[in-house]
């Protein structure tokens, strides 16, 4: 796996972006705190943390034109990945120091975000649909979300 850093002066204004964009306004997001946007969903990150589940994600965002992915973690650092090496979970790719994180690309027009509790928020009208459309038994594990119940 390859992961070129983005320098603290750009990474600060893609944090904002995106904050603003998605409505991050703590620094942890839906579930755990309230958000305006309608067009989430968040799982039970047991639901999602499979390789069949990772390789599902994979493909949905290539086929929408994803090649990069914009990785922002809680330590502060951000990078740049290639979309095959996104692992959108807690832990950082099974490094068990590792935190929270969000995963988004340069449009910003979709989002992922793994959080500390044991959840896994996407975000964006079109893969929420996408994820509704392709994983059949998806109601039946969003203890936490309060948007698709």
């Known amino acids: 796996m390859q992961k070129v850093i983005i320098p603290e002066e750009v990474s600060i204004n893609l944090r904002k972006d995106m904050e603003r964009i998605w409505d991050i306004r ?9 958000c305006s946007r309608e067009d989430l969903i968040a799982f039970n990150s047991e639901y999602i943390e499979s390789k069949e589940k990772l390789n599902d994600i994979i493909t ?10 914009i990785e922002f973690l809680e330590t502060g650092e951000t990078y740049n990945i290639q979309l095959s090496d996104l692992y959108p979970y807690y832990c950082y790719n099974g490094d ?25 928020t996407f975000g ?12 059949s038994d998806w109601k039946s594990n969003l203890e936490w979300d309060t948007k698709n119940q």
């Not at 703590?26 to 309230?34: A, G, I, K």
């Not at 290539?62 to 990069?68: F, M, P, S």
């Open 26 to 34: 703590q620094p942890y997001w839906y579930p755990l705190f309230d």
């Open 60 to 69: 949905l965002l290539k086929r929408h034109g994803v090649e990069q992915v």
């Open 124 to 135: 964006g009208e079109w893969i929420v649909n996408k994820i509704k459309s392709l994983w």
């Open 96 to 120: 068990f120091t590792g935190g929270e994180g969000f995963w988004t690309s340069q449009n910003m027009n979709w989002i992922i975000y793994a959080s500390h509790e044991g959840t896994i």
